[in-house]
């Protein structure tokens, strides 16, 4: 199982980037997917994920209205895009994947088994 992420860059404040995360090596259909990021000297938090089959959504608060995130058709690729972005916006971003037997959003990272290397965003003021 690989999940590559991409899409990370230096943007100025109010700018837009669009991450993008492929998965391969299974079939994803039963599998939810997340963002997360990490700031310098801060902990892993939750950013967006996407649930299995239908597609619920959820963002966190911090970035709720500013970034979407989508699935792709095939359902083995989750997209971010990221509107309107803050300094405080800057971090390493990561895709993760978990199996999930229910349709629903998994925000805790403690429950994603794959995940991706990470794309750095970094937003300038």
């Known amino acids: 199982v690989q999940l590559q992420a991409s899409g990370g860059g230096l943007v100025q404040a109010g700018g837009s980037l669009r991450l993008t995360c492929a998965a391969s090596?299974?079939?994803?259909?039963?599998?939810?997917m997340g963002w997360f990021r990490q700031a310098p000297g801060k902990e892993r938090e939750f950013v967006a994920g996407?649930?299995?089959?239908?597609?619920?959504?959820r963002c966190a608060e911090s970035v709720k209205g500013r970034f979407t995130i989508s699935r792709g058709a095939t359902r083995n690729t989750v997209s971010l895009q990221m509107d309107n972005l803050k300094p405080e916006d800057t971090a390493l971003y990561s895709c993760?994947?978990?199996?999930?037997?229910?349709?629903?959003?998994?925000?805790?990272?403690?429950?994603?088994?794959?995940w991706g290397q990470g794309t750095l965003v970094t937003v300038s003021s």
């Open positions: 996407v649930s299995r089959s239908v597609s619920i959504t």
């Open positions: 090596g299974r079939n994803f259909n039963n599998y939810a």
């Open positions: 993760a994947a978990s199996y999930s037997a229910t349709v629903q959003v998994i925000t805790d990272p403690g429950r994603y088994e794959h």
